[in-house]
T-cell receptor, first 112, second 112 residues
Framework: DQQVKQNSPSLSVQEGRISILNCDYTNSMFDYFLWYKKYPAEGPTFLISISSIKDKNEDGRFTVFLNKSAKHLSLHIVPSQPGDSAVYFCAASAGSNYQLIWGAGTKLIIKP | DVKVTQSSRYLVKRTGEKVFLECVQDMDHENMFWYRQDPGLGLRLIYFSYDVKMKEKGDIPEGYSVSREKKERFSLILESASTNQTSMYLC???????????FGQGTRLTVV
């Protein structure tokens, strides 16, 4: 049973436009969420995180929104650039738990 | 910059062989993790360690063991490699419970 779901395996966006990646979760105990980016043949790199006490966190072109009532978070990338083409994973953790629960990933393709 | 280094980028092993995957981090992080990544399944935690000589099972520990004799080094051992252990293996480290994890470049293991 997947506790963290990324329902879109892939997403194609025009360069310069907004990319919106979505993530749903089922465990109401999750209180910390992270987004990672992964290029082929490399390990994931941390992008941005959000605690459940917030509903938005922004870092440059990246903004994460959290809707706790809907158990949904999204990552917005504005404007999208060719280097943003990668697989994006969302991950979640609960309380003092060490373990991150990961979604299956969404492959973002930025078209020129 | 945090550096997490995995000993091999690519490995090919035969069924039944004992396989060692090594991981070293240089930032004095307390926590270290081993994941495997398979298409459509995201990252799945095999084992993690929150201190020297301490280890905890993750979601899929069967067929694997780990060793952490020094703080900076975390080894994953496949006791008797099988074809269903063909995968991308990712090592990560983190400073605390609610901090981002830093990943190595990954080891693509093929068991034939």
């Amino acid at each position: 049973d997947q506790q963290v779901k990324q329902n879109s395996p892939s997403l194609s966006v025009q360069e310069g436009r907004i990319s919106i990646l979505n993530c749903d979760y089922t465990n109401s105990m999750f209180d910390y969420f992270l987004w990672y980016k992964k290029y082929p043949a490399e390990g994931p790199t941390f992008l941005i995180s959000i605690s459940s006490i917030k509903d938005k966190n922004e870092d440059g072109r990246f903004t994460v929104f959290l809707n706790k009532s809907a158990k949904h978070l999204s990552l917005h990338i504005v404007p999208s650039q060719p280097g943003d083409s990668a697989v994006y994973f969302c991950a979640a953790s609960a309380g003092s738990n060490y373990q991150l629960i990961w979604g299956a990933g969404t492959k973002l393709i930025i078209k020129p | 910059d945090v550096k997490v280094t995995q000993s091999s980028r690519y490995l090919v092993k035969r069924t039944g062989e004992k396989v060692f995957l090594e991981c070293v981090q240089d930032m004095d992080h307390e926590n270290m993790f081993w994941y495997r990544q398979d298409p459509g399944l995201g990252l799945r935690l095999i084992y993690f360690s929150y201190d020297v000589k301490m280890k905890e099972k993750g979601d899929i520990p069967e067929g694997y063991s780990v060793s952490r004799e020094k703080k900076e080094r975390f080894s994953l051992i496949l006791e008797s490699a099988s074809t269903n252990q063909t995968s991308m293996y990712l090592c990560a480290s983190s400073l605390g419970k609610r901090t981002e994890a830093f990943f190595g470049q990954g080891t693509r293991l093929t068991v034939v």
